[in-house]
């Protein structure tokens, strides 16, 4: 069973750096709202432009970028072992946009 964790805003650019860094090219899928947007793709980078910059968050997989408007929560989940398997964020007017990695 993954365990699910909030992230503090203030954590976020710090933390995207890392999950980028260590997860390029995993093999993965963003769904929005229960409806999948794009599926099995290679992950390449997530970051984030804080208020004053933009206030958004940017998902890039091979081939596809999404944003996320006004994001306000960012929760991660990892396995047993700690390796993440999926970011959800909250975002304006609680959307709900996941990017989930599959195993390898």
């Avoid at 503090?8 to 260590?22: L, P, V, Y």
């Avoid at 390029?24 to 910059?53: A, H, T």
């Avoid at 999404?66 to 975002?91: Q, V």
Wanted: charged share 35%; glycine share 8%; proline share 2%.
């Amino acid at each position: 069973m993954d365990i699910r964790k909030k992230v503090q805003k203030e954590e976020w650019q710090s933390r995207f750096q890392s999950f980028t860094s260590g997860n390029f090219g995993r093999i993965s899928s963003i769904n929005e709202e229960g409806k999948e947007l794009v599926m099995k793709e290679k992950f390449k980078e997530i970051s984030y432009d804080p208020k004053g910059k933009g206030n958004d968050i940017f998902i890039s997989l091979e081939g596809y970028q999404h944003s996320i408007t006004s994001p306000d929560d960012l929760f991660i989940e990892e396995d047993r072992n700690g390796k993440l398997t999926a970011i959800e964020i909250i975002g304006h007017k609680n959307r709900i946009s996941r990017l989930s990695f599959e195993d390898g």
